[in-house]
Protein backbone atom coordinates (compact mmCIF):
# COMPACT_ATOMS: atom_id res chain seq x y z
CA UNK A 1 0.00 0.00 0.00
CA UNK A 2 1.03 3.35 -0.96
CA UNK A 3 0.70 5.91 0.75
CA UNK A 4 1.91 9.82 1.58
CA UNK A 5 2.18 12.23 4.72
CA UNK A 6 3.07 15.12 3.00
CA UNK A 7 1.74 18.87 4.51
CA UNK A 8 -0.38 19.32 0.98
CA UNK A 9 -1.37 15.37 0.63
CA UNK A 10 -3.12 15.59 4.41
CA UNK A 11 -4.24 19.41 4.12
CA UNK A 12 -7.92 20.01 4.85
CA UNK A 13 -8.20 22.69 2.17
CA UNK A 14 -10.19 20.92 -0.51
CA UNK A 15 -8.21 23.32 -2.84
CA UNK A 16 -5.39 20.98 -2.34
CA UNK A 17 -6.79 18.20 -3.08
CA UNK A 18 -5.03 18.07 -7.04
CA UNK A 19 -5.06 15.57 -9.70
CA UNK A 20 -3.80 16.16 -13.06
CA UNK A 21 -4.08 19.00 -15.18
CA UNK A 22 -6.72 19.35 -17.43
CA UNK A 23 -9.41 21.79 -18.40
CA UNK A 24 -12.61 21.85 -19.86
CA UNK A 25 -13.64 24.31 -21.96
CA UNK A 26 -17.80 24.93 -23.00
CA UNK A 27 -19.77 27.53 -24.88
CA UNK A 28 -23.50 27.06 -25.31
CA UNK A 29 -23.29 24.68 -28.08
CA UNK A 30 -19.80 22.61 -27.94
CA UNK A 31 -17.68 21.26 -24.86
CA UNK A 32 -14.28 20.09 -25.38
CA UNK A 33 -11.33 18.99 -22.79
CA UNK A 34 -7.81 19.73 -22.88
CA UNK A 35 -6.07 16.71 -22.37
CA UNK A 36 -7.22 13.33 -21.24
CA UNK A 37 -5.39 12.48 -17.96
CA UNK A 38 -4.66 9.13 -16.25
CA UNK A 39 -7.90 10.91 -14.10
CA UNK A 40 -10.47 12.06 -17.30
CA UNK A 41 -12.75 9.43 -15.93
CA UNK A 42 -13.02 10.45 -12.55
CA UNK A 43 -12.66 14.30 -13.69
CA UNK A 44 -15.79 13.83 -15.84
CA UNK A 45 -17.73 11.78 -13.33
CA UNK A 46 -17.08 14.52 -10.66
CA UNK A 47 -17.80 17.13 -12.83
CA UNK A 48 -20.98 15.73 -14.35
CA UNK A 49 -20.05 16.47 -17.45
CA UNK A 50 -22.70 14.31 -19.87
CA UNK A 51 -21.71 15.94 -23.09
CA UNK A 52 -18.15 15.92 -24.91
CA UNK A 53 -17.64 17.16 -28.59
CA UNK A 54 -13.91 16.81 -28.76
CA UNK A 55 -10.64 16.48 -27.35
CA UNK A 56 -7.40 18.77 -27.90
CA UNK A 57 -4.21 17.61 -27.16
CA UNK A 58 -1.21 19.35 -26.04
CA UNK A 59 1.05 16.75 -26.02
CA UNK A 60 2.04 13.26 -25.87
CA UNK A 61 3.50 13.13 -22.26
CA UNK A 62 1.62 10.10 -20.57
CA UNK A 63 0.23 12.45 -17.68
CA UNK A 64 -1.89 14.60 -20.56
CA UNK A 65 -2.74 11.29 -22.71
CA UNK A 66 -3.17 8.18 -20.55
CA UNK A 67 -6.62 8.38 -20.05
CA UNK A 68 -8.00 8.86 -23.51
CA UNK A 69 -9.64 5.12 -23.53
CA UNK A 70 -12.22 6.26 -21.41
CA UNK A 71 -13.72 8.51 -24.18
CA UNK A 72 -15.75 5.38 -24.91
CA UNK A 73 -18.58 5.73 -23.07
CA UNK A 74 -19.06 9.30 -24.56
CA UNK A 75 -19.00 7.03 -28.31
CA UNK A 76 -21.56 5.02 -26.64
CA UNK A 77 -23.90 7.76 -25.92
CA UNK A 78 -23.58 10.13 -29.09
CA UNK A 79 -23.07 6.83 -30.93
CA UNK A 80 -20.63 8.92 -32.94
CA UNK A 81 -16.34 9.06 -32.76
CA UNK A 82 -14.80 11.58 -30.69
CA UNK A 83 -13.21 14.28 -32.76
CA UNK A 84 -9.56 14.34 -31.29
CA UNK A 85 -6.95 17.05 -32.34
CA UNK A 86 -3.76 16.41 -32.03
CA UNK A 87 -0.60 17.49 -33.58
CA UNK A 88 1.68 14.78 -35.41
CA UNK A 89 3.79 14.05 -32.89
CA UNK A 90 1.20 13.44 -30.55
CA UNK A 91 -0.70 11.78 -33.13
CA UNK A 92 1.99 9.46 -33.43
CA UNK A 93 1.62 8.94 -29.66
CA UNK A 94 -1.99 7.98 -29.50
CA UNK A 95 -1.59 5.70 -32.58
CA UNK A 96 0.89 3.95 -31.03
CA UNK A 97 -0.81 3.49 -27.47
CA UNK A 98 -4.37 2.94 -28.69
CA UNK A 99 -3.51 0.95 -31.66
CA UNK A 100 -6.69 -0.79 -30.84
CA UNK A 101 -8.49 1.88 -31.50
CA UNK A 102 -7.29 1.96 -34.94
CA UNK A 103 -7.10 -1.65 -35.97
CA UNK A 104 -8.63 -2.94 -38.93
CA UNK A 105 -10.68 -5.57 -37.00
CA UNK A 106 -11.80 -3.87 -34.14
CA UNK A 107 -12.72 -5.50 -31.01
CA UNK A 108 -16.45 -4.39 -30.07
CA UNK A 109 -16.54 -1.55 -27.75
CA UNK A 110 -12.80 -0.20 -28.58
CA UNK A 111 -12.80 3.96 -28.12
CA UNK A 112 -13.96 5.42 -31.53
CA UNK A 113 -11.57 7.99 -32.72
CA UNK A 114 -11.97 10.90 -35.73
CA UNK A 115 -8.00 12.15 -35.45
CA UNK A 116 -7.74 15.83 -36.91
CA UNK A 117 -3.95 16.93 -37.13
CA UNK A 118 -3.01 20.14 -36.39
CA UNK A 119 -0.52 22.63 -36.29
CA UNK A 120 0.00 26.39 -35.76
CA UNK A 121 -2.94 27.33 -37.57
CA UNK A 122 -5.90 28.35 -35.95
CA UNK A 123 -8.91 26.20 -36.31
CA UNK A 124 -12.64 25.69 -34.98
CA UNK A 125 -14.34 23.44 -32.74
CA UNK A 126 -18.23 23.95 -32.87
CA UNK A 127 -18.52 27.09 -32.38
CA UNK A 128 -15.51 27.61 -30.67
CA UNK A 129 -12.73 29.04 -32.03
CA UNK A 130 -9.19 27.56 -31.04
CA UNK A 131 -5.43 29.54 -31.90
CA UNK A 132 -2.69 27.40 -31.00
CA UNK A 133 0.18 28.60 -29.26
CA UNK A 134 3.73 26.84 -29.62
CA UNK A 135 5.63 26.96 -26.46
CA UNK A 136 8.52 24.80 -25.29
CA UNK A 137 8.22 22.16 -23.03
CA UNK A 138 12.66 21.89 -22.54
CA UNK A 139 13.45 20.71 -25.72
CA UNK A 140 9.60 18.87 -26.69
CA UNK A 141 7.23 22.29 -28.82
CA UNK A 142 4.16 21.98 -26.61
CA UNK A 143 0.97 23.43 -28.07
CA UNK A 144 -1.10 25.84 -25.75
CA UNK A 145 -4.36 27.40 -26.73
CA UNK A 146 -6.83 30.31 -26.79
CA UNK A 147 -9.97 30.19 -26.87
CA UNK A 148 -11.76 33.82 -27.45
CA UNK A 149 -10.59 35.75 -24.20
CA UNK A 150 -8.83 32.78 -22.12
CA UNK A 151 -5.45 31.08 -22.87
CA UNK A 152 -4.42 28.11 -21.62
CA UNK A 153 -0.87 27.25 -21.06
CA UNK A 154 0.52 24.39 -19.56
CA UNK A 155 4.09 22.25 -19.40
CA UNK A 156 6.47 25.15 -20.74
CA UNK A 157 9.50 26.47 -19.47
CA UNK A 158 10.31 28.88 -22.49
CA UNK A 159 7.74 31.14 -24.96
CA UNK A 160 9.46 32.85 -27.95
CA UNK A 161 8.20 36.43 -28.94
CA UNK A 162 5.89 35.55 -31.77
CA UNK A 163 4.30 33.06 -29.81
CA UNK A 164 3.24 35.62 -26.24
CA UNK A 165 1.86 37.72 -29.07
CA UNK A 166 -1.26 35.80 -29.52
CA UNK A 167 -1.69 35.76 -25.72
CA UNK A 168 -1.60 39.11 -25.22
CA UNK A 169 -4.69 40.67 -25.17
CA UNK A 170 -7.08 37.52 -23.22
CA UNK A 171 -8.48 38.45 -20.37
CA UNK A 172 -7.56 35.36 -18.59
CA UNK A 173 -4.62 33.18 -18.67
CA UNK A 174 -4.07 29.84 -17.42
CA UNK A 175 -0.15 28.98 -17.06
CA UNK A 176 1.92 26.05 -15.31
CA UNK A 177 3.75 27.03 -12.54
CA UNK A 178 5.75 23.39 -11.03
CA UNK A 179 7.65 24.55 -7.88
CA UNK A 180 9.62 27.21 -6.82
CA UNK A 181 13.17 25.84 -7.52
CA UNK A 182 14.46 25.58 -10.68
CA UNK A 183 12.72 22.68 -13.06
CA UNK A 184 14.29 21.68 -16.48
CA UNK A 185 11.15 21.84 -18.38
CA UNK A 186 8.28 23.70 -16.31
CA UNK A 187 8.35 27.63 -15.54
CA UNK A 188 9.05 27.94 -11.64
CA UNK A 189 6.61 30.20 -9.54
CA UNK A 190 8.88 33.25 -9.77
CA UNK A 191 9.23 32.52 -13.96
CA UNK A 192 5.25 32.07 -14.13
CA UNK A 193 4.74 35.46 -12.05
CA UNK A 194 7.24 37.57 -14.52
CA UNK A 195 5.61 36.06 -17.40
CA UNK A 196 1.96 37.28 -16.59
CA UNK A 197 3.29 40.48 -15.16
CA UNK A 198 5.30 40.71 -18.39
CA UNK A 199 2.32 39.72 -20.77
CA UNK A 200 -0.18 42.58 -18.51
CA UNK A 201 -3.12 39.73 -18.24
CA UNK A 202 -5.77 40.93 -15.77
CA UNK A 203 -6.90 37.36 -14.53
CA UNK A 204 -4.09 34.99 -13.96
CA UNK A 205 -4.66 31.35 -12.39
CA UNK A 206 -1.40 28.86 -11.94
CA UNK A 207 -1.66 25.36 -12.35
CA UNK A 208 0.45 22.05 -12.88
CA UNK A 209 1.30 22.16 -9.49
CA UNK A 210 3.46 19.86 -7.32
CA UNK A 211 3.11 18.97 -4.10
CA UNK A 212 6.65 20.88 -3.76
CA UNK A 213 5.56 24.34 -3.70
CA UNK A 214 3.34 23.77 -1.05
CA UNK A 215 -0.42 24.62 0.25
CA UNK A 216 -2.52 26.91 -1.68
CA UNK A 217 -3.42 29.32 0.91
CA UNK A 218 0.07 30.00 1.65
CA UNK A 219 1.25 30.54 -1.65
CA UNK A 220 -1.49 32.20 -2.92
CA UNK A 221 -0.25 34.92 -0.26
CA UNK A 222 2.71 35.51 -1.97
CA UNK A 223 0.83 36.34 -5.42
CA UNK A 224 -0.17 39.56 -6.81
CA UNK A 225 -3.64 40.18 -6.55
CA UNK A 226 -4.63 39.23 -10.24
CA UNK A 227 -2.74 36.01 -9.47
CA UNK A 228 -4.40 33.04 -8.07
CA UNK A 229 -2.62 29.26 -7.63
CA UNK A 230 -5.96 27.14 -9.96
CA UNK A 231 -7.60 24.34 -7.98
CA UNK A 232 -9.65 21.60 -8.63
CA UNK A 233 -13.06 22.41 -9.70
CA UNK A 234 -12.37 25.99 -10.45
CA UNK A 235 -15.31 27.93 -12.88
CA UNK A 236 -13.99 30.98 -14.63
CA UNK A 237 -16.86 32.44 -16.71
CA UNK A 238 -16.18 34.96 -19.51
Known amino acids: MIGCSCAVCTSDDPRDNRLRTSVLVQSEATTLVVDTTPD ?53 AIRRDFYYAFSDTKYPGVPEINLVTIDEEPFTVGDIPVIPIQVMHHKMPVLGFRFGNFTYITDANKIEAQEKEKIKGSSVLV ?60 TIRL
Do not use: C, W
Open 40 to 92: FRYQMLRSNTRKLDAVVFTHPHKDHLAGLDDIRAFNFFTETPMKVYANSLTEE
Open 175 to 234: LNALRKEKHISHFTLSEAVALALELEIPEVYFTHISHQLGKHAAVNKELPGHIQLAYDGL
